[in-house]
């Protein structure tokens, strides 16, 4: 109980230092935090930085850029359209009648004249078959002149009244009988000299020999799926190719104008010029199902360029505007003011100018409104421009935009050891 006492006394006597003690630190965090708080208010009300607008800024270095001048002059109505090559004649030559093939007298790949001989089938039996017909033949035109013969006779004793007129009437019908025999014998002796001319196969177009389907010895018939052989017509040539719908009524309107429409034909990849042509006309209803119109057009192909089936891109001259307003396509912006272009300002100084356009070829486009012969334009460089904004003048051949001053070439800028302009 005695110790008990006496620490419960010392605890008392020391509580007082202990209070005294932290109420001396209060002060100083006051302070701190009033120092602090005055800072925060001269921090806020120090006098703030002019600010230049982002455009202010932008401009301040004249941005590079490569100028065009719109030009006067003409400009192509071309439509581009995907095409195949097809042959104005193909024919597979078969046989019109049945026999032994004893003879190929074409060689495969080889170009052909309509009237060649192709190939020969044993004619020995039409020609024994035509021998019999011309037999038949002169057998009923010797009965008929018999009764030719008579029947001049009967019309003698029939004026006299020597014989009854009904044997003259039987006797007129006779002779008209045997001229029908007659008839009939020379169209069986056509027919047989036909079946013999069809023994020698001949080339029925000009055009270009394809391999040959059967071998000479075989027994071929006008039924043969395959026939002989296949001649294809490769000059001239044709291109069958479609059109949007929309387009008609200008071509149609050139072609009865009496224009010859040019076309031309480029390789799959469209960068390589095939052959030229002309258009020679459509089809005479629109495929209901894509909207569009089949034509062709016809080339002379007399270098075999163009082979059937060949896929080829197509491009139709259907027009030529002259004395227009033309500019490069990399100029055209296309925004908010819908389509534009930068206009140089004698100051070196560029502004947003609306412009309406016309057809395009190639990287040429025409200007319907907006624009005159003679203005100068923004070509490359235009994707960092705004209204008003200052420019410097470089060539195309100049890949970039003139160097800026860094902070060394301005440091020795203002010290004055920057090599002189």
């Not at 224009?259 to 089809?283: C, H, M, P, S, W």
Request: with cysteine; net charge neutral; proline share 5%.
């Amino acid at each position: 109980m005695d110790q008990i006492t006496e620490s419960s006394k010392a605890a008392i006597t020391e509580a007082p230092s202990f209070v005294q003690r932290r109420s001396r630190k209060w002060p100083l965090w006051i302070g701190l935090l009033i120092l602090v708080a005055a800072g925060a208010v001269v921090w806020w009300q120090r006098p703030q930085p002019e600010l230049r607008p982002a455009n202010d800024r932008r401009n301040a270095v004249p941005m590079s850029i490569v100028p065009a001048t719109v030009e006067k002059g003409n400009i192509n109505v071309i439509l581009d359209a995907l095409g195949t090559v097809t042959s104005i004649g193909t024919v597979t030559v078969r046989t019109q009648i049945s026999g032994q093939l004893i003879k190929v007298a074409f060689k495969e790949g080889e170009d052909v004249k309509k009237g060649d001989l192709l190939a020969e089938i044993d004619s020995r039996p039409y020609e024994a078959v035509l021998a019999q017909t011309k037999g038949q033949l002169a057998r009923d035109e010797a009965i008929l002149k018999g009764a030719q013969v008579d029947l001049v006779r009967y019309r003698g004793l029939a004026a006299q009244k020597a014989v009854p007129s009904q044997t003259l009437d039987q006797q007129i019908a006779l002779v008209a009988q045997y001229e029908g025999t007659v008839e009939a014998d020379r169209a069986q002796v056509q027919s047989a000299e036909v079946n013999v001319q069809y023994c020698h196969i001949l080339a029925p177009v000009d055009g270009r020999i394809g391999l040959r389907q059967v071998d000479q010895g075989n027994y071929i018939t006008p039924g043969d799926a395959n026939g002989i052989v296949v001649i294809t017509q490769l000059e001239p040539i044709s291109v069958l190719f479609t059109l949007p719908e929309d387009e008609l009524a200008a071509i149609a309107k050139r072609l009865r104008a009496g224009a010859v429409l040019t076309v031309t034909a480029y390789d799959r990849a469209g960068a390589n010029k095939i052959a030229d042509g002309e258009l020679q006309t459509f089809d005479s209803q629109i495929d209901a199902t894509t909207g569009t119109i089949k034509l062709r057009a016809q080339f002379e192909n007399e270098n075999r360029s163009l082979y059937p089936n060949q896929f080829v891109n197509i491009r139709l001259l259907v027009d030529e505007h002259k004395d227009v307003a033309i500019l490069p396509a990399s100029a055209v912006q296309r925004g908010i003011p819908g389509t534009y272009v930068y206009l140089i300002n004698s100051d070196d100084t560029v502004m947003v100018n609306k412009i309406v356009l016309g057809i395009t070829e190639g990287e040429r486009v025409e200007v319907l409104s907006g624009l005159s012969p003679g203005d100068r334009i923004v070509s490359d460089g235009a994707d960092k421009l705004r209204d008003g904004a200052k420019i410097a003048l470089r060539s195309e051949n100049q890949p970039g935009a003139p160097a800026q001053p860094g902070p060394e070439n301005a440091k020795a800028k203002r010290s004055g050891k920057g090599k002189a302009p």
